[in-house]
């Protein structure tokens, strides 16, 4: 069966029918840090929105290591150690990073920049999109699923 947006591994599928509630490129120095990326194109998915199809075989830890009781873990595969998703211990998300969690180049492109602080010397987008010191200003958590 064929699904909007799908990804995952050869052991761990992901797929939504809906599209995200948002869809930025983050600046922030977590998701820095744990992709070694400049910046990462993250997505949320309301909880319930994002199915995995084998969750027993994740692994999970901490997304924010100086934050190990925050509200977000890391899931990957627990047999070849690919990252699935972000997953909220509050069920109001899920999260993807399209280009590390096996999401086709056709994801759709982020629409804004979040987590943008030049006092990181980092050189402002200019790409067109706006630029935030956040989420969007519009951005509400989803109630938990």
Known sequence: MSHKLS???????????????????????????????????VAFFKHGDLVVDESAGLNRQPFNAANPDGPLELCTCADCG???????????????????MGYEASFPAATYHAFY?????????????????????????????
């Open 7 to 41: 990804g995952g591994c050869d052991h761990i599928k992901t797929y939504s029918d809906a599209d995200p509630i948002d869809n930025h490129t983050c600046h922030c120095s977590v998701c820095k840090g744990v992709t070694g990326q400049p910046t990462t194109h």
């Open 117 to 145: 602080d030049p006092a990181t010397g980092e050189a402002r987008p200019t790409d067109g999109r706006p630029v935030s010191d956040a989420l969007r200003a519009d951005f509400v958590w989803p109630k938990p699923s």
């Open 82 to 100: 690919a990252p699935i998703m972000l997953d909220d211990k509050e069920s109001r998300i899920r999260a993807i990073v399209p280009n590390l």
